[in-house]
């Protein structure tokens, strides 16, 4: 059974890098056809399509964070990762990896980031 | 990007009551959208695929359906574990887009 874990700093200061790993076990990153996903949700608010990662290493990201974001594979590590640039207040949130092709069926049970100075 | 509306934005019902939930897509998403259900202060979790295909280990008393753009997520006799805020998602295209979010909770 595939499970995914999030991990990074809860506290980023504003203008610096978001930097999130997503480490998945049960199962290689490498195999199947999945998009890795990055969902991120602000305290009391809905969801937002951050962007993916396909196995073969292509990227689709949310428009509205376009120019600041970035997503790699490290298939020896069996990980995948999320970078955020130039951060502000919006972007404190929930952070949240999945698994997923037409519909996310595996989520990490996400990780806190909080941007303050 | 496509714009999913969803509602209502909250609801209230007994155990036992029948529970529709509503998104409409601002455009054609043909059968690519999700239904989640997410419980506080945890991930979400797939309820529904492709519209009307339920995932495995959910209860056969959720269901799916579609009509042209609009979406329709039913519990057919809600429990007190369904206590919860319901998203739809659609991933016809990117940017994928989910639903402002259904709380329900028991009366």
Redesign the interface.
């Known amino acids: 059974q595939v499970q995914l874990q999030e991990s990074g700093p809860g506290l980023v200061k504003p203008s610096q890098t978001l930097s999130l790993t997503c480490t998945v076990s049960g199962g290689s990153i490498s195999s199947g056809s999945y998009f890795w996903t990055w969902?991120r949700q602000p305290a009391g608010k809905?969801?937002?399509?951050v962007g993916?990662i396909y196995t073969s290493g292509s990227t689709?990201?949310?428009?509205?964070l376009k120019s600041r974001v970035t997503m790699s594979l490290d298939t020896s590590k069996n990980q995948f990762s999320l970078k955020l640039t130039s951060v502000t207040a919006a972007d404190t949130a929930v952070y949240?990896c999945g698994r997923?092709w037409?519909?996310?069926?595996v989520?990490?049970?996400?990780t806190t980031v909080t941007v303050s100075s | 990007?496509i714009q999913m509306t969803q509602s209502p934005s909250s609801l209230s019902a007994s155990v036992g009551d029948r529970v529709t939930i509503t998104c409409r897509a601002s455009q054609s998403i043909s059968s690519?959208l999700?239904w989640?259900q997410q419980k506080p202060g945890?991930?979400?979790?797939?309820l529904i695929?492709?519209a009307s295909r339920l995932?495995s280990g959910v209860p056969s008393r959720f269901s799916g359906s579609e009509s042209g753009t609009d979406f329709t997520l039913t519990i057919s006799s809600l429990q007190p574990e369904d206590l919860a805020t319901y998203?739809c998602?659609q991933?016809y295209s990117?940017?994928?887009?989910?639903?402002?979010?259904t709380k329900v909770e028991i009366k």
Request: aromatic letters at 20%; a negative charge; zero cysteines.
């Open positions: 969902i809905g969801l937002e399509w993916r689709s990201y949310n428009p509205s949240y997923g037409t519909s996310m069926d989520w990490g049970q996400g | 990007d690519h999700n989640y945890k991930a979400p979790n797939l695929y492709d995932q998203y998602q991933t990117t940017p994928w887009t989910f639903g402002q979010g």
